[in-house]
């Protein structure tokens, strides 16, 4: 009996036709899945714009519920609005136009954080803990964080008046700022402790740090340095490819610094030190303590694996993951 040709061929094609099948039903199941959960998800937007007592911006409700679905993720995935997307490029490019200060609402108070030094809010005097009582001579009393930045940042050269409210004053101390170009450096601090010991402090990795670390280190050399203090503690990371270049300045060419992993394709990747280090022979202590995060823990870790550093302190804050950011729409 003559066995006909075509047999194989009609049966591969019927394999291949149920496997194509299969997957693109299962595709088209799962798109039938977020289409219904995105309905369940409008109509509680309706509800709450319909029936809630008090109207309540949209963007809100959608930012905060983007933010509920990403903590379903992990405890370090979230969302930016565009404004704070904006203020973390700030901080990561290490500049922006405005007086130099960190602010936070305590009490419904406008409070001075942190002032940048060299910045127009430190050569004016303000003083950390100072309230920020009238901007422009409005009162700022139950302002948000966003409310006066919008209104202290500004064209470089122009004027803010603001008035402060401070510990020990009974008047408001009025003072007209000019706004200038704040760099905002993550080195805070470089000075021998001894004739031989060098100091460094890394507050945060941002996109200008392996350069400051790199001026910091030359500086401390000039000055007889033979062994440093790099103290990350309170560092809570930042730009991984910083991390990756100051660590590559303390191990041999060709070491590995930090592996990634994770469920996309590109999302395997090894880095190594890729160039000759300056100080491989350098003797490090490394400080780091709770606060202590992300890029801290790759370069500390690096450096302990590979014998580079002593670190000491307490056991650091163990966030095991690199994270990306992605654009959704109107650059949030």
């Given at each position: 009996?003559?066995?006909?040709?075509?047999?194989?061929?009609?049966?591969?094609?019927?394999?291949?036709?149920?496997?194509?099948?299969?997957?693109?039903?299962?595709?088209?199941?799962?798109?039938?899945?977020?289409?219904?959960?995105?309905?369940?998800?409008?109509?509680?937007?309706?509800?709450?714009?319909?029936?809630?007592?008090?109207?309540?911006?949209?963007?809100?409700?959608?930012?905060?519920?983007?933010?509920?679905?990403?903590?379903?993720?992990?405890?370090?995935?979230?969302?930016?609005?565009?404004?704070?997307?904006?203020?973390?490029?700030?901080?990561?490019?290490?500049?922006?136009?405005?007086?130099?200060?960190?602010?936070?609402?305590?009490?419904?108070?406008?409070?001075?954080?942190?002032?940048?030094?060299?910045?127009?809010?430190?050569?004016?005097?303000?003083?950390?803990?100072?309230?920020?009582?009238?901007?422009?001579?409005?009162?700022?009393?139950?302002?948000?964080?966003?409310?006066?930045?919008?209104?202290?940042?500004?064209?470089?050269?122009?004027?803010?008046?603001?008035?402060?409210?401070?510990?020990?004053?009974?008047?408001?101390?009025?003072?007209d700022v000019m706004r200038d170009e704040v760099h905002i450096v993550s080195v805070r601090g470089t000075f021998m402790i001894d004739d031989q010991t060098g100091y460094l402090k890394l507050a945060e990795f941002t996109e200008t740090s392996n350069h400051e670390v790199g001026a910091g280190l030359e500086q401390l050399l000039a000055k007889g340095m033979k062994r440093l203090v790099l103290d990350l503690r309170d560092n809570p990371g930042g730009a991984l490819d910083q991390a990756i270049a100051i660590t590559n300045r303390f191990v041999p060419r060709g070491e590995m610094i930090v592996?990634?992993?994770?469920?996309?394709?590109?999302?395997?990747?090894?880095?190594?030190?890729?160039?000759?280090?300056?100080?491989?022979?350098?003797?490090?202590?490394?400080?780091?303590?709770?606060?202590?995060?992300?890029?801290?823990?790759?370069?500390?870790?690096?450096?302990?694996?590979?014998?580079?550093?002593?670190?000491?302190?307490?056991?650091?804050?163990?966030?095991?993951?690199?994270?990306?950011?992605?654009?959704?729409?109107?650059?949030?």
């Open positions: 009996m003559t066995r006909p040709r075509f047999l194989p061929i009609a049966v591969l094609a019927i394999l291949l036709s149920a496997l194509v099948g299969g997957f693109y039903g299962s595709v088209l199941a799962r798109q039938d899945d977020v289409t219904k959960e995105y309905r369940v998800f409008t109509a509680a937007l309706e509800a709450i714009d319909r029936e809630y007592a008090e109207e309540t911006p949209y963007d809100r409700l959608v930012y905060g519920g983007i933010e509920g679905m990403l903590k379903t993720l992990d405890p370090h995935s979230s969302v930016f609005s565009p404004q704070d997307y904006a203020r973390m490029r700030e901080r990561q490019e290490g500049r922006y136009y405005g007086l130099g200060i960190t602010i936070n609402v305590v009490d419904g108070d406008i409070t001075v954080q942190s002032i940048f030094e060299g910045s127009p809010a430190f050569k004016k005097g303000l003083r950390r803990g100072d309230v920020i009582s009238r901007i422009e001579g409005e009162d700022a009393k139950g302002w948000t964080s966003e409310d006066a930045v919008k209104r202290l940042k500004g064209p470089k050269g122009t004027t803010v008046n603001v008035s402060i409210k401070r510990r020990g004053y009974d008047e408001l101390l009025d003072m592996y990634t992993r994770g469920r996309v394709p590109n999302a395997a990747q090894d880095y190594r030190a890729t160039s000759r280090g300056e100080y491989t022979d350098l003797p490090i202590v490394v400080l780091v303590n709770r606060n202590s995060a992300s890029a801290s823990e790759i370069v500390s870790g690096a450096l302990q694996d590979h014998d580079r550093a002593l670190v000491v302190g307490e056991t650091t804050f163990g966030k095991a993951l690199v994270q990306s950011v992605y654009r959704i729409s109107d650059n949030a």
